[in-house]
């Protein structure tokens, strides 16, 4: 049973950020471990900074124990999980859900609002409609009068959540799919769990990304922004972030063609079809991963002149890959200037 990946490259070589290792020279007592597995569809690998004596087997235990309990309560191809059970409720009363199912939900509604529904959890419908979910692909778009029915079961604002007791409620039927938002609260939560033991390490889940303290030899933690460039592996931008999260969302590997039209699979929301603007890929920096990892697919719905304006005024750091008929254009906000670096 796995998350279904609506909006994210799921595979790792896939992804618009990937990690710049480096030498590791420093303490001899004192190494990178990896470790790394499969969850909510999709991999996670992490790396600390630890003795050589590190108990990796135990660790590995208790990273794999707080990503089964996530995928246990967040998890849309579970049936048992508490996700499910929510999206086959039938009438408005209130389900019972964890504390940590409520505080995903909420932070989804908040992004939601703040990004006037660019960032919808209900979208689910519209993202199997058009090949991307988990029904079979596609090679042709679908008529408007199968959108116009999908775009009824479609909005957050039908779904209600409150903390005490932690609950949720849909004023009309409505599904929840969080994997656009739930990897990056995973990433948190591991962070959480490692922070308190390790003062240097790594989490990546699904290509969503949090980093904390330095590597051995007191060197940061690099990360390469991928061209978003189907046909190559070469870097656009390397950045240092310091402790803080990387979400990076694009849509140039995960798309259909029909009459020489290209369909991605990042749907808008509002219009119930895929984007049609020239934004090929955005990066968000952000204390929080689950933030970065919602306001990423959030700013890839906007394109870059909605996104740049509205992640400016919201005080976000997020970089844009902008499609133009002489190659990328990058844009940023002010903010994240500072993380720039030389690739040298």
């Not at 995928?71 to 009438?91: I, K």
Request: overall charge negative.
């Amino acid at each position: 049973m796995m998350f279904h990946i609506r909006y994210r490259i799921a595979a790792l070589l896939a992804l618009a950020a990937v990690l710049l290792t480096g030498c590791t020279d420093g303490d001899p007592r004192v190494a990178v471990h990896a470790l790394s597995g499969q969850t909510m569809g999709t991999s996670y690998h992490i790396k600390v900074v630890a003795s050589e004596e590190l108990d990796k087997a135990n660790l590995q235990q208790r990273i794999q124990a707080v990503l089964d309990r996530i995928e246990a309560r967040m998890s849309t191809y579970r049936e048992d999980s508490e996700l499910s059970r929510f999206n086959r409720l039938q009438g408005q009363d209130w389900f019972d859900v964890s504390d940590e199912t409520a505080a995903v939900v909420s932070l989804a509604q908040t992004i939601s609002d703040q990004t006037q529904g660019a960032f919808d959890a209900t979208v689910g419908p519209l993202v199997n409609l058009w090949g991307f979910g988990p029904d079979p692909r596609i090679h042709n778009a679908p008529d408007s009068a199968l959108i116009d029915e999908r775009m009824q079961q479609i909005g957050y604002q039908a779904v209600q959540v409150r903390q005490q007791p932690p609950s949720l409620s849909k004023q009309q039927s409505r599904s929840l799919d969080l994997s656009a938002i739930a990897k990056g609260y995973a990433v948190d939560q591991l962070a959480e769990l490692l922070a308190n033991e390790f003062d240097g390490f790594m989490v990546e889940v699904g290509g969503e990304l949090r980093l904390h303290g330095n590597k051995p030899g007191d060197k940061p933690w690099r990360i390469a922004i991928e061209r978003p460039d189907v046909g190559s592996r070469k870097l656009q931008q390397v950045i240092e972030v310091g402790d803080n999260a990387i979400a990076t969302s694009g849509d140039y590997r995960n798309y259909f063609e029909q009459d020489g039209v290209r369909f991605s699979h990042t749907i808008d929301p509002k219009t119930g079809r895929p984007i049609r603007h020239r934004l090929a890929s955005v990066t968000v920096v952000d204390p929080s991963c689950a933030r970065a990892d919602a306001f990423a697919t959030a700013m890839m719905v906007l394109g870059d002149e909605k996104g740049l304006a509205l992640a400016t005024e919201l005080g976000l750091n997020v970089f844009f890959i902008v499609k133009s008929d002489e190659g990328f254009v990058e844009k940023h906000t002010p903010g994240f200037e500072r993380f720039i670096k030389s690739p040298n």
